[in-house]
């Protein structure tokens, strides 16, 4: 039995904020945008090289944009460590991977916090591996994946 969609303020976290996170967060606002339903859905880095203003990774743009999904042109990465509010207000965060589910409980607080990663969320295990210098084909594959387990995760709500 599905259940209503009890989340109002998703974060997705990777390593720098530059690909992986920002197709899941495209995806998502594309999906809560077209069910007309209110979600806000923000991104970030936690890694240690994450910096704030970097610019989103072409190849991610152009895999999203071949679904029909435009990321923002003027999007900037974003280093959550120096933006705990963003933590703090989120009710659901996804991660990439464990390490980044680590990394946050290393800088936050977030014992009341419900963290998973984006693979635990679609009833799976294992990581969405960086598809940094795999070209064009493996930002594909990992948008795939992405989507994959995010409407597995999505489809045990009822919308």
Known sequence: MNTKFPYRYLLI??????ARSRMA????????????L???VFSGGIASNARDGMLISM???????????????????????????IIEDADLILTLTNKHKEEINDFFNVDSKEILTIK????????????????????????????????????????
């Open 38 to 40: 209110e979600v806000e």
């Open 59 to 85: 190849d991610a743009k152009l895999a999203m944009e071949e679904m029909g999904i435009k990321l923002s042109e003027s999007a900037l990465s974003r280093d959550l460590k120096k933006y705990p509010k």
């Open 13 to 18: 976290v990777c390593s720098v904020n530059t």
């Open 120 to 159: 635990e969320f679609a009833g799976e295990s294992g990581d969405i591996e960086d598809p940094g210098m795999k070209e064009l084909e493996g930002f594909r594959k990992a948008r795939n994946e992405i989507i994959d387990c995010l409407m597995k995760g999505l489809n045990k709500y009822e919308f």
């Open 25 to 36: 967060e495209g995806f998502l606002k594309d999906f809560f945008s077209k069910i007309n």
